[in-house]
């Protein structure tokens, strides 16, 4: 699929962002998660770009798009403004739907729980990442009525989190191995192809420099969870096999959104890799039923 490459500033943050699909179509934004770039939707795209306009971008931190240095650049309100910087340039005159995975989905749930936020985006279907605050709580209610069982499994399969909370700890490892051998590892912790991984040419770098991500927002959020509602419609797909982030951390989810959608998909994490056309069909459904009803 062509793609158009252009770059979409924020302050002085420079987000590259990527165009393709059919140009008369609904404009999809695809936000990414870590330790990805805007590569990791190439295999959707492809089953998109007759009927959508698609919009794709390099995070902070990732990819050809700007690295800034501070922990404190990468909280969520900083990535949530990326995101409205680039609907802002690439649709100002019409709110636009989101597709989101990992940390992408994570800091656009910061972004539609914003006041206004249908002003921009007009959808978003979330891919394995949580709104940090819905999971916070989820965790408190659990841990007050004494159900400690699924919250514990999910802390368990978060622990890889506690190393990336550390300076330097988690950097030699990822730049010496897990970077070399990422579509391996991927093969191991998701049961997805090897061969389906491309790994952009900014790994390693892309894997340490989006560690700050996890110090800037896990910890705040998770210990003093705020109140976060939103009246976007939101699809919610949920892979099963999904190690890292566990489906029964989103039990409480419609309590925060007022149009919610489940779609359940067999897969692991990294389903836009290992199913990237059932990750087309359901947003494409989704999109095309909220157009259908106005």
Not at 148 to 169: K, R
């Amino acid at each position: 699929m062509h793609q158009a490459h252009h770059t979409v500033s924020n302050g002085a943050i420079d987000l590259a962002v990527f165009e393709g699909g059919n140009p008369h179509g609904p404009t999809v934004v695809m936000v990414h998660g870590w330790p990805d770039t805007h590569e990791l939707w190439t295999g959707v795209s492809q089953h998109l770009d007759s009927a959508f306009r698609l919009i794709s971008y390099d995070s902070r931190g990732a990819g050809a798009s700007s690295v800034p240095a501070s922990v404190e650049a990468y909280r969520l309100e900083a990535l949530a403004s990326d995101l409205g910087a680039v609907i802002d340039a690439v649709s100002p005159d019409a709110p636009v739907h989101v597709l989101a995975h990992d940390w992408g989905s994570v800091e656009t749930w910061e972004a539609v729980c914003e006041p206004g936020a249908a002003r921009r985006i007009a959808s978003f279907t979330s891919v394995s990442g949580p709104n940090l605050d819905h999971l916070g709580s989820w965790m408190r209610r659990r841990f007050a009525e004494r159900r400690i069982g699924a919250p514990l499994q999910q802390a368990a399969a978060s622990a890889y989190t506690v190393a990336f909370q550390i300076p330097g700890l988690a950097t030699l490892p990822l730049k010496l191995w897990f970077s070399k051998n990422w579509p391996r590892f991927l093969g191991f912790f998701d049961g997805l192809d090897p061969a389906a991984v491309r790994p952009a040419g900014t790994l390693a770098d892309d894997m340490v420099n989006g560690l700050k991500r996890y110090r800037a927002n896990i910890r705040p959020r998770l210990k003093a969870p705020r109140v976060r509602r939103t009246d976007v419609p939101v699809q919610l797909i949920v892979n099963k096999r999904d190690k890292a982030v566990r489906p029964v951390g989103y039990e409480d989810t419609e309590k925060w959104v007022s149009e919610l959608r489940r779609s359940v998909l067999d897969a692991g994490h990294w389903s836009p890799i290992s199913h990237p056309e059932d990750i087309a069909r359901l947003t494409a459904s989704f999109v095309t039923h909220l157009a259908n009803r106005t």
